[in-house]
């Protein structure tokens, strides 16, 4: 299994500018999250999703869209890129949503000039 | 909602000398408590977890202890290697909600 995966691992963008994060997981787990992770600040939670079809916002959500068509894939999308997006994304997925072992991608490097 | 803090933000330790790194939580009905090991241009990994009906539990050279009356929880790893430096970051849940991530810890061993 490659577990989670990520694409694409680096990205510059302009301000304004819109881009898809791409995450796949290959281990039919039911939820999916994706974090930003910005330097000192730990993994804030952006989007979750309980299964095909289903999404929720997290901590902050804003600037940021989700659809989840299938259980393997969850993508993000940034339509109007600004300068406080530049950060580290992370995507990850679990069996079950709390207690249960979160799965983590590798992460994109994402910065918006 | 939960908020977990977490102490210190930056821990440095000789070679094998123990770090400690402690957490607390606000919400009462937290009851899974996960630890998880960021390498350098990595995503986070589970390294060990606890769950509310535990005081203590251990694997190898880490262990995480709770205690729920003062909610908190610390993450004790003996016996430091060069290859324990890394960021760690706590977690707690209800099981209902997803999981709220501490600010992390950046550990340092030093040979």
């Known amino acids: 299994n490659a577990g989670v995966t990520q694409t694409p691992k680096f990205r510059i963008l302009k301000i304004g500018q819109s881009m898809t994060l791409q995450c796949t997981q290959d281990?039919?787990?039911?939820?999916m999250y994706w974090y930003r992770q910005d330097p000192g600040m730990g993994l804030k939670l952006i989007y979750y999703?309980?299964?095909?079809?289903?999404?929720d916002k997290g901590e902050v959500p804003n600037g940021y869209n989700v659809s989840r068509s299938t259980t393997e894939d969850f993508p993000l999308r940034l339509e109007l890129a600004a300068p406080s997006q530049t950060s580290v994304y992370f995507c990850?997925?679990?069996?079950?949503?709390?207690?249960?072992?979160?799965?983590f991608g590798p992460g994109t490097r994402l910065t918006v000039l | 909602g939960e908020n977990v803090e977490q102490h210190p933000s930056t821990l440095s330790v000789q070679e094998g000398d123990s770090a400690v790194i402690k957490c607390t939580y606000s919400?009462?009905?937290?009851?899974?408590f996960p630890w998880y090991k960021q390498e350098l241009g990595k995503g986070p990994q589970l390294i060990i977890d606890?769950?509310?009906?535990?005081g203590e539990k251990k694997d190898q050279r880490i262990a995480v202890t709770l205690n729920k009356t003062a909610k908190h929880f610390s993450l004790h790893i003996t016996e430091t290697q060069p290859e324990d430096s890394a960021v760690y970051f706590c977690?707690?849940?209800?099981?209902?909600?997803?999981?709220?991530f501490g600010k992390g810890t950046r550990l340092s061993v030093i040979a």
């Open positions: 990850a997925s679990s069996p079950l949503t709390g207690g249960n072992e979160q799965f």
């Open positions: 281990m039919n787990h039911n939820y």
């Open positions: 606890i769950r509310s009906n535990v």
């Open positions: 977690a707690a849940t209800s099981g209902n909600t997803p999981l709220v």
């Open positions: 919400d009462s009905a937290s009851n899974y």
């Open positions: 999703s309980v299964g095909a079809g289903i999404t």
